[in-house]
């Protein structure tokens, strides 16, 4: 296979230089952040902080470090307007009011309980476009982002992007500071045997999430007739690359404990771009029964369910919430 750099896949595909620095930037701190998680232990960056980012949830060294990594790399693009990132409050404006210039969302570091025991983590990005009219929201619906992605720090690190027609994965060289094409073209599977879900809060879920996992436990014996394997790894971004090559389906439902924020994972930095991905790779992505990517979002830090994954799957839930 020729091999094909990230740099030159966007020159192919963009045809936008301002838009290709910014990506290239969101890569460099992906591949930066790789490398701090790789030398976590060694550097006494494992652990936990005193700090708790804006949902009140303990911060790890990791999830600064990978904020700095990922703000400093992008905030001197020229095309860039404002950054909404996980751990920071409110949105930054950086060039203030300025139509046609993009938002960047962002989780710097995703599944970061995963760090102490050595599991994957990742980051997951957003990029829209400040409207024409310069109203200057950086909240504009996932319909309307021009590009997300993730990096998977696994075994290799994978870099995902889409632009909504395709989705591209190129893998981190093995002297760490360059991608290259490697999983073109991914497409989800329609069908699957395969969920992920936190099944220790069941007691939380409503009857149509407990009717459907209960349903596929029950394997061959029951209405769906054929065996359902499980997986949930804590970190949405390995539960979706998982999802992207081999198929499954990816719920963290709106239940009875957390309702009131409208579910566990946010809306802008997490769901949307996810969501952005996996319709590009011929899934689905929903709340359980509307597509997560017109939802209108009405703060930075906004929570949401999430039903991602093979379309068969995504779409019986739902006919089952409608019912
Ligand atoms: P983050 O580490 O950025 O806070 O995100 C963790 C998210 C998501 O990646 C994962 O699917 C989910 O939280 C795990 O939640 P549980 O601990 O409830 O399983
Ligand atoms: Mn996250
Ligand atoms: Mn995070």
């Not at 476009?129 to 619906?141: D, H, Q, S, Y």
């Not at 009717?211 to 390995?238: H, L, Q």
């Not at 790779?281 to 939802?295: C, N, S, V």
Request: glycine fraction near 8%; proline fraction near 4%; include cysteine.
């Amino acid at each position: 296979m020729k091999e094909e750099s990230l740099q030159a896949y966007l020159a192919r595909e963009v045809g936008d230089a301002t838009l290709e620095d910014l990506i290239d930037r969101i890569a460099s701190a992906c591949w930066k952040i790789s490398n701090l998680v790789r030398g976590a232990a060694l550097s006494g960056n494992l652990g936990t902080t005193a700090e708790v980012n804006p949902q009140g949830e303990a911060q790890k060294p990791l999830d600064l470090l990978a904020d700095t990594v990922f703000s400093q790399s992008c905030r001197d693009s020229s095309a860039l307007a404002a950054l909404i990132s996980e751990e920071i409050e409110t949105v930054t404006w950086l060039r203030e009011g300025t139509a046609g210039r993009y938002v960047v969302s962002y989780d710097p570091l995703d599944g970061s309980s995963n760090l102490d025991v050595d599991l994957s983590v990742g980051s997951v990005f957003a990029i829209s476009r400040i409207a024409p009219a310069g109203v200057g929201t950086a909240l504009v619906p996932g319909r309307d982002l021009v590009c997300s992605g993730y990096a998977l720090y696994g075994p290799s690190t994978i870099f995902v992007l889409t632009f909504g027609n395709r989705v591209d994965g190129f893998s981190l060289s093995n002297d760490g500071d360059s991608f290259v094409l490697s999983h073109p073209n991914m497409s989800i599977p329609v069908e699957t045997q395969e969920f992920a879900i936190n099944v220790s809060r069941l007691r939380f879920w409503d009857e149509t999430v407990r009717t459907y996992i209960a349903d596929c436990i029950e394997g061959a014996e029951g209405v769906r007739g054929k065996p359902f394997n499980m997986r949930w790894t804590a970190s949405m971004v390995a539960d979706v690359h998982r999802i992207l090559v081999r198929g499954g389906i990816f719920l963290y439902p709106k239940d009875s404990e957390n309702a009131a924020e409208g579910g566990k994972l946010r809306l802008l930095y997490e769901a949307n771009p996810m969501a952005m991905i996996v319709e590009a790779a011929g899934g689905l992505a929903t709340d359980g029964q509307r597509p997560l990517l017109d939802i209108v979002p009405q703060s930075p830090h906004q929570r949401t369910a999430v039903v991602l994954g093979s379309r068969s799957e995504v779409e019986r839930l739902a006919k089952a919430y409608a019912s």
